[in-house]
């Protein structure tokens, strides 16, 4: 990308540990649902080249750790041979124009049906409380509460996917610890029900979801490590009655690991799609947490600038705008229109369609 005379601070530089990010737009995790039987496809090696950009940080769509993992038709998983090796391509399309790609790892928990589910099983959470309503209308099945003798796998399930996510090429992995999933599913008290010694206080409650990045780390290495968390956030019915304490906790949790980045929900984004006004701040979370901090909710250029100027945030991330624009650090560089997204195209399974059919500025890059 061309630098600018007075580059806004969106599109300084920026060292994220070994990284050198040449600015500080992110490319933020996005479901897209066109990774048919839960293989990464040959259209996804455009559509991540499309938005990779010299020293850009991109974050892949949310990809599942284990058989049990998958809540969404036609999402990308990370558990076997094939899929490591379906993965590579799309990743060395990315480096090849110079981009720095993490795998976001996760599982969906309790958001699932016995259709997604191996044999027909019950989907796994913290809980056996069901989550409603469910994908096109329907209630999720009720889940299986897992033992805690159980949660080993569960654990080794991350681990395995760090390890095959490096082995396809991927810079690093982001642990996907927010929106509802199965990670948040255990941090939230209005969740997670348990008596046992992961369930009831703080501590407890995220004694496994920072046993996942132990192990993660123990595997990778911290400096391939970020997560995702949403503290603020009721995504499936995922609320915590004090997100401040949740946030910090986990905050100045993650800095014992020494983990690359963290990588947080605004509060304003309490609902998907839809902006709220809030007195809450990230600012504190930033505070406590020691390295990378990235902010993400419905940021546009003139608060993306602020957020990075103001030091509230060191890189922001874009969801709809970068799937709509697949230049947007360009476009922002000249403050150039946007393409508006179309939302009924987000979640098709068309391989081309709302994917990589959304058009490039026709200016001299």
Request: proline share 7%.
């Amino acid at each position: 990308m061309a630098a600018s005379t007075n580059p806004i601070p969106l599109l300084t530089p920026y060292k994220m540990g070994k990284f050198n990010l040449s600015h500080r737009v992110v490319m933020a995790p996005l479901t897209r649902d066109r990774s048919y039987n839960n293989m990464p496809q040959p259209h996804a090696i455009l559509y991540y080249s499309q938005r990779a950009t010299n020293g850009g940080f991109l974050i892949s769509e949310a990809t599942g750790v284990s058989d049990t993992a998958q809540g969404y038709p036609e999402t990308p998983g990370i558990w076997t041979e094939e899929q490591v090796k379906a993965w590579k391509p799309i990743v060395d399309a990315v480096h090849e124009k110079g981009g720095i790609l993490f795998c976001q790892i996760w599982h969906v928990g309790r958001v699932s049906t016995y259709g997604f589910q191996p044999n027909g099983e019950a989907p796994i959470s913290c809980t056996d409380k069901g989550v409603t309503p469910g994908l096109y209308g329907e209630d999720w099945s009720p889940p299986h509460r897992l033992r805690a003798d159980e949660l080993p796998r569960i654990v080794n399930d991350f681990r395995l996917a760090a390890r095959n996510a490096i082995e396809a090429g991927f810079d690093g992995v982001e642990i996907h610890g927010a929106n509802g999933y199965l990670i948040d599913q255990f941090l939230k008290d209005q969740v997670n029900d348990r008596t046992d010694n992961y369930g009831g206080s703080l501590e407890n409650r995220c004694r496994f979801p920072l046993e996942i990045l132990e192990a993660v780390v123990d595997e990778v290495g911290a400096d391939k490590v970020g997560m995702r968390l949403s503290p603020y956030a009721d995504y499936m019915e995922a609320v915590d009655s004090n997100p401040e304490a949740l946030g910090l906790y986990m905050a100045n949790a993650l800095n014992k690991f020494g983990i690359l980045y963290l990588h947080v929900i605004e509060p304003r984004m309490v609902k998907m799609n839809d902006i709220y006004e809030t007195p809450h701040s990230l600012l504190p979370m930033k505070d406590a947490f020691e390295g990378t901090f990235i902010a993400a909710g419905g940021y546009r250029r003139d608060d993306g600038n602020k957020a990075i100027a103001e030091n509230y945030a060191d890189l922001v991330a874009f969801g709809r705008l970068f799937l709509s624009n697949p230049d947007l650090p360009k476009r922002f560089e000249l403050n150039a229109p946007l393409n508006r997204y179309n939302r009924n195209t987000f979640y098709i399974p068309d391989p081309v369609v709302g994917y990589t059919d959304y058009p490039f500025l026709d200016v001299l890059a």
